[in-house]
């Protein structure tokens, strides 16, 4: 596959995230879907198959604000946006970050991820909540392999002439954060805690095309790779060298299992 065109998730009539955690067929799509909207239930925009009750109304299913979970957390990011941005019109700009958008959204979801949050030109994505998956960082680390291939030429994929490299960088992180509700006059629905900021922080030190990761990915797919390039990271806002692993395109692309599931 070379385009995000190429990759269909399947749209599920109920929210996978209330059945695989309350058994509730909670209808997002479809006659029976009518029947939640009122209540404000409809469906997620972190993910297609999800619904609100998933998001929004987080606090009122759990009995709390936030709790802990064991996540990964992937941060990806577009190399040489602010360069073109200096050089392009906004109309080129828009279509750059849309098809961006568009190709993590496609990679997240395939492998069960949300979409958290886009920030500028940057992702933050989210996996083993509310879909939980034991092998979550295995997960992410396959939605991030997927993500570089669907972006691999994503310049010429939207017609943009231009010498300078664009390509796309990413952090992951495995361990306990905080998910839920943020704030009061504002609630936004995230992950905080270290977790997410070293996650981050890896994504600001990967190079275009790289996925770096740290030694707890890495311990939950070393079998998957089992001769990756280790480094000690120094990392920006961290007093010490942050010990990582780095996965580049000659490694991903001879990874033997499919990225994603064929369609009709």
Known sequence: MTNSQE?????????????????????????????????????????????????SMFTRINKR????????????????????????????MNRLLHRFYDACSEAVWEKDGIVNKFIGDAVLAIFNFP????????????????????TQHIKADIGIEDDHEIGIGIGIHTGICNIGEVGNSYKDFTAIGNVVNLASR????????????????????????????????????IDHDVSGFILDEKTYSTYHRPLAEKRE
């Open 7 to 55: 990759l269909h998730l399947k749209r599920e009539t109920f929210c996978r995230g209330c059945w695989e955690q309350m058994r509730m067929p909670i209808a997002i799509r479809g006659p029976l879907s009518y029947i939640y909207k009122p209540f404000g239930i409809h469906k997620s925009r972190m993910h297609p198959n999800l619904c609100t009750i998933c998001e």
């Open 65 to 92: 604000k936030q709790i802990e979970v064991e996540t990964t957390i992937l941060f990806a990011d577009l190399r040489g946006y602010t360069h073109l941005s200096q050089q392009m019109d906004v109309s080129s």
């Open 131 to 150: 879909l939980v998956r034991e092998n979550h960082s295995l997960k992410a680390v396959e939605a991030a392999m997927l993500l570089q291939k669907q």
């Open 202 to 237: 890896l994504q600001g030190a990967a190079r275009s095309g790289e996925i770096l990761m740290t030694e707890e990915v890495y311990r939950q797919i070393e079998n998957e790779f089992p001769a990756l390039n280790h480094q000690a990271f120094p990392l920006k806002g």
